[in-house]
Nanobody, 127 residues
Framework: QVQLVDSGGGLVQAGGSLRLSCVVSGRTFSSYAMGWFRRAPGQERVVVASISRNGENTYYPDSVKGRFTISRDNAKNTVYLQMNSLEPGDTAVYYC????????????????????WGQGTQVTVSS
């Protein structure tokens, strides 16, 4: 079965940057659209970035647009989330997720659409 291992979280000062990584097992990574979600204390899990199978289409909510960048390297079975200009409101557990899909250009923003999930990595932004 496909498994995801996400990493790269930590403590960073406001205005700083972090890069999260998610390594996906198996040889079917290119068949998955990928996303990053976060869950802040007392909040539901929400999407922060999504990317299509072919990497040509991405989505960001307004809360992170211009600050976060999602990318993927299908040869390395890895998806990344570059987070710049971090704010205390970005503090959350971040999860990578994959959705098996036949659409090479499809973008998915609903957490329930995704099939497999990483264990999460904590991001804490101090003020």
């Amino acid at each position: 079965q496909v498994q995801l291992v996400d990493s790269g979280g930590g403590l960073v000062q406001a205005g700083g940057s972090l890069r999260l990584s998610c390594v996906v097992s198996g040889r079917t990574f290119s068949s998955y659209a990928m996303g990053w979600f976060r869950r802040a204390p007392g909040q539901e899990r929400v999407v922060v970035a999504s990317i299509s199978r072919n990497g040509e289409n991405t989505y960001y909510p307004d809360s992170v647009k211009g600050r976060f960048t999602i990318s993927r390297d299908n040869a390395k079975n890895t998806v990344y989330l570059q987070m710049n200009s971090l704010e205390p409101g970005d503090t959350a557990v971040y999860y990578c997720a994959g959705k098996l899909t036949a659409y090479v250009s499809g973008i998915y923003v609903n957490s329930y659409a995704y099939d497999v999930w990483g264990q999460g990595t904590q991001v804490t932004v101090s003020s």
